[in-house]
């Protein structure tokens, strides 16, 4: 059975950096695609960063995300720099794999299969 465990939210002030982690319970090789999605209370997931063949952002976080995989340790990373306020959300990470609709370096959440129960990130000004 495949688990996602994310860890690495918490509290930073306007400009500070997280490093989020997902470490996976099979192998991430198993993974042809990974990424990172969001959610703030009462708006819909949207997708921060994948990685499948290339890494893919989002305009509103290039520059100051970083997504990385190691799969010698079956994780998955989110670096986040020079973070504001309305970063702020749950983070999850997902996985699917080759051949999949996410095998579009989709940023879509219904295209990917397996999910993390997220991690909070709070971010003031």
């Known amino acids: 059975q495949v688990q996602l465990v994310e860890s690495g939210g918490g509290s930073v002030q306007s400009g500070g950096s997280l490093r989020l982690s997902c470490a996976a319970s099979?192998?991430?090789?198993?993974?042809?695609?990974m990424a990172w999605f969001r959610q703030a209370p009462g708006k819909e997931r949207e997708g921060v960063a994948t990685?499948?063949?290339?890494?893919v952002y989002p305009d509103f976080v290039k520059g100051r995300f970083t997504i990385s995989r190691d799969n010698t340790k079956n994780t998955l990373y989110l670096q986040m720099n020079s973070l504001k306020p309305e970063d702020s959300a749950m983070y999850y990470c997902?996985?699917?794999?080759?051949?999949?609709?996410?095998?579009?370096?989709?940023?879509?959440?219904?295209?990917?299969?397996?999910w993390g129960q997220g991690t909070q990130v709070t971010v003031s000004s």
């Open positions: 990685t499948c063949s290339v890494s």
């Open positions: 997902a996985a699917d794999a080759r051949g999949s609709r996410a095998s579009r370096n989709s940023l879509a959440a219904p295209d990917y299969t397996y």
């Open positions: 099979v192998s991430t090789t198993l993974f042809y695609c």
